[in-house]
């Protein structure tokens, strides 16, 4: 499986490196974003704008992700341009469950404006 992971302070950005993401992918997919959620990264942008075609093992993994950062920060799905890929996201309801970004910068964008929102519900609980 190729795949490229970008650790910055506030975020990583994991970009699959792969034309399908199928049984054959998913299963690494998955571990992979194990292990970054217990080395305690805070925000996950998995980007796939490589990847031409996935299936329900891929969605799983998908999924598997947001769970895993549901209470770590944030998780964004970007770079979904393929035509299967977005009709599937589409059919499956993903689009109503994910933070899903065109772009990687645009995902950048998005966590900082999670993280400024979260700082501030987090004073805000405090009084």
């Known amino acids: 499986m190729k795949y490229s992971v970008d650790k910055q302070e506030k975020y990583t950005v994991f970009q699959l490196q792969e034309d399908n993401l199928n049984s054959l992918v998913a299963p ?9 959620s217990n080395e ?15 299936d329900s093992s891929g969605l799983s993994a998908i999924l598997t992700a947001n769970r895993l950062w549901k209470n770590l920060g944030s998780f964004v799905l970007t770079g979904i341009e393929h035509p299967s890929v977005k009709k599937l996201i589409e059919i499956s309801r993903l689009d109503t469950v994910l933070s899903i970004v065109p772009t990687v910068a ?7 404006m999670d ?13």
Not at 106 to 112: G, N, R
Not at 115 to 127: A, F, Q, S, T, V
């Open 28 to 36: 690494k997919v998955k571990s992979e974003f194990v292990i970054l």
């Open 40 to 54: 305690g990264v805070k925000n996950l942008i998995l980007d796939m704008s490589e990847v031409k075609f996935v």
């Open 106 to 112: 645009e995902s950048i964008d998005f966590i900082f």
């Open 115 to 127: 993280e400024i929102e979260r700082e501030l519900n987090d004073e805000g609980g405090d009084e």
